[in-house]
């Protein structure tokens, strides 16, 4: 009770949950979701109290500006920094990609706004002519995983390439990553999207997937029940039906694992819980949500 209504055609939703850093004291509980109809539709992110079941003062944090008509590639991940604010990807529509390069539209970028919603003061776009100052990255196509290192103070995401070129990238304020001037993948119909995979001024991904393994979903080990996954991060894959372990050497080059390839089933999400274990939703007829222990555990 107390959701907002959704629109859920095709890819839209409810897309994502988080709750506020301090939500043992306050209750907020933030939910990103698809709103609008087949002609306008947008990504949307509203807070609401949850108590006796429900949710109570619910409040629009951000909706995605302009809407399109396309009801896919919302994006719609969060998670919260240190000082509160919360980042939120928002996905380029799939027919309107040039407006990931345009700072005067939300579509395919990363966002940052206060706890209720407010820009803050310290957003790289602020106060620009032109521009939304809510963005804090642009150049993405489609993000479908975000998470904060505690640890090292860094920001991931993942996103899809079209055909080929998913991307793991370090998100910093202010950058670009590229989509669509530079891509590793093709589109659908097998013509370039870009014919460069570097153009000036923007940023390389930490690790691409060509052929594309359709990332959604990423989380990190931080005292996790695996000590020799400490800092690794995971990531669900839809296409791959995997979930893709990235262990970070001390050069800066990167290792991959493939693991629960043996369940042969899209992985839509996965998260580590409090009690250390790992928790993947599975996209299936089902709708199962596994919880997965060491062998020893």
């Known amino acids: ?31 990103s979701l698809s709103q609008g109809n087949d002609n306008a539709n947008s990504t ?10 429900r949710l109570d003062n619910v409040i629009e944090i951000f ?3 302009p809407h399109k008509k396309k009801t896919v590639h919302f994006g719609a991940r969060m998670t919260f920094l240190p000082d509160e604010t919360l980042l939120i990807t928002v996905g380029d529509g799939f027919e309107y990609r040039e407006d990931a390069q345009n700072l005067d539209s939300a579509l395919g970028k990363i966002v940052r706004v206060t706890d209720n919603g407010q ?12 521009t939304r100052p809510e ?27 079209p055909m080929g070129g998913d991307e793991l990238n370090q998100i910093l304020p202010g950058k670009n990553y590229g989509w669509p001037l530079a891509t590793y993948g093709l589109d659908y119909s097998g013509a ?14 930490l690790v ?24 690794d991060l995971l990531v669900g894959m839809l296409a791959g039906q995997q979930v893709r372990r990235i262990h970070f050497s001390d050069d800066a080059t990167t290792t991959q694992e493939a693991l629960f390839t043996e369940l042969k ?11 250390g274990a790992l928790y993947l939703l599975m996209e299936n007829s089902e709708g199962q949500v596994l919880k997965v222990t060491p062998k020893n555990g």
């Open 192 to 205: 370039y999207v870009s014919p460069l995979q570097h153009y000036p001024g923007t940023e390389q991904p």
């Open 265 to 275: 089933t899209r992985v839509r999400d996965v998260r580590f819980g409090p009690d």
């Open 208 to 231: 691409q997937w060509t052929p594309s393994l359709a990332p959604s979903g990423l989380t990190q080990c931080r005292n996790c029940q695996w000590p020799e996954w400490e800092g």
């Open 135 to 161: 963005i804090w990255s642009y150049g993405h196509r489609h993000s479908q995983g975000i998470v904060y290192d505690a640890i090292t103070n860094n920001v991931y995401a993942h996103e899809h390439g």
């Open 63 to 65: 909706t995605a500006s």
């Open 1 to 31: 009770a107390g959701v907002p209504d959704v629109y859920p055609g095709l890819q839209g939703g409810l897309l994502d949950i988080a709750l506020h850093p301090r939500f043992s004291e306050n209750h907020w509980i933030y939910l």
């Open 119 to 130: 820009v803050p003061t310290d957003n790289p776009f602020l106060n620009q002519t032109n």
């Open 44 to 53: 949307k992110v509203i807070r609401g109290r949850y108590q006796h079941g």
